[in-house]
Structures are given as structure tokens and as C-alpha cells.
């Protein structure tokens, strides 16, 4: 039931990606992908002086997850610090997608949220949330 719900809501996204399209200029501007499922984000934000977030923009292909995981995501992060940017979790992005995934579902999840925390900060603020749990 719940499962079915979440499914929903995830094809929405797919389909309909909310802050669709790159930024020119932007001040955070970082590209990844996950070569086990060929999915692509290149992720574009604008911060002003408070280091605030204040626009968002995306662009990508692959797999309804990675999509929809950074459209949720792009949702989330309008408004917030960079600072805050960075305690979101991995269980954060399992939460806004709502279902149970796959270990290969789960790259195909975090794509997102690594794109914007390799180029909000760096690699190895990424390797620290990965690490997080393991
Ligand atoms: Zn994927």
C-alpha cells in the first residue's frame, strides 16, 4: 500500500523534474554519474552571501530513482545553508523516496546526493557520509 503510493510519487517526479534545468552562472556546478546503471545528474545552485541557497538546477538521465531522487532533493535544499546542506543523510534520501531499494537501486538513490556534496564540498566530506554507517 505504502510501497504503491511512494511509487507513484516517484514516477511524478521522473516525469515531471522539479527545477528542471541548469543555471548560467552558478556558483556550486558539479556533474556525476553512476556508471552501473548509466545514470548522469549535473547539478547547478546559486548561494548568496549568507551561503544560502537561493536557486537550484539540474539536468540528467537515467533511471526513474536517480531522477526522481535529485528532483525530491532539489525541493529540499531551496533555503538552506551550505552548512545545513551537509548533515543531510543518506537515510534522508531513502526517506524522501519512501520505498526499499536494492543495493544497486541505492547508488542509482544516492547519485544526488553525492553530486551535491562532492561539489558543495569535496570528495572526502562525500566518503565521510559514506562511511557514516558502514
Ligand atoms: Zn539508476
Redesign the pocket.
Known sequence: MFDDMYREQILDHAKNPRHHGLLQPADIDFEGN?P????RLHLTLRVDEQNRVQEVGWEGE?????QASMSMLSEEIVGKTLDELRHIAKEDIFDLLGISLSM??I???L?SLKVLKVGAYGLAEWNRTQDEDE
Do not use: Q
Open positions: 553512476n552501473l546503471c548509466g545514470d537515467g533511471c526513474a530513482i536517480s544497486n537501486r547508488k542509482c538513490a547519485l
